[in-house]
């Protein structure tokens, strides 16, 4: 969550924040969850602004959508720190859970030599290039 005060511009800047997930329907104009010009901006601009513009209720069903995340990391700056700033890296791993009611690959047929003809890299004289083509040696 926000640690600036909320009559402050980096918390009215930073209304992504409310949540550290939304999910929203896909629509062109809507590329950055805190608006399109951050650090010029009064507030107002960002994700729940666009949500609470639109009609109520929005449902996501069958629709395009963007999945959007805040993860904030924290830590207590040094001199070292400045003018430049450490980067820390962040994962997100999404991971469907019951998504199907069996598993979809249940029928896939066995790969076989003579389905996928794969030919080793050298093998017989063959370098596994179409004639005229031009392939890199290994």
């Not at 979809?104 to 080793?120: G, H």
Request: net charge neutral; charged share 20%.
């Amino acid at each position: 969550m926000v640690l600036a005060h909320p009559s402050s511009y980096h918390f009215k800047r930073s209304e992504f924040c409310e949540h550290a997930l939304w999910v929203t329907r896909y629509n062109d104009r809507e590329l950055y969850s805190s608006g399109n010009h951050t650090m010029q901006s009064l507030g107002g601009e960002g994700i729940a602004s666009w949500i609470r513009s639109r009609p109520a209720p929005v449902s996501v069903r069958n629709e395009d959508i963007v999945l959007w995340h805040t993860f904030g990391t924290t830590h207590n700056p040094r001199v070292e720190d400045w003018p430049v700033m450490p980067a820390k890296k962040m994962l997100v791993s999404l991971k469907p859970v019951d998504f199907f009611d069996k598993n979809p690959a249940i029928d896939v047929p066995i790969s076989t030599q003579e389905e996928n003809k794969s030919v080793l890299v050298g093998e017989g004289g063959n370098s596994g290039c179409a004639s005229g083509t031009h392939c890199a040696k290994l």
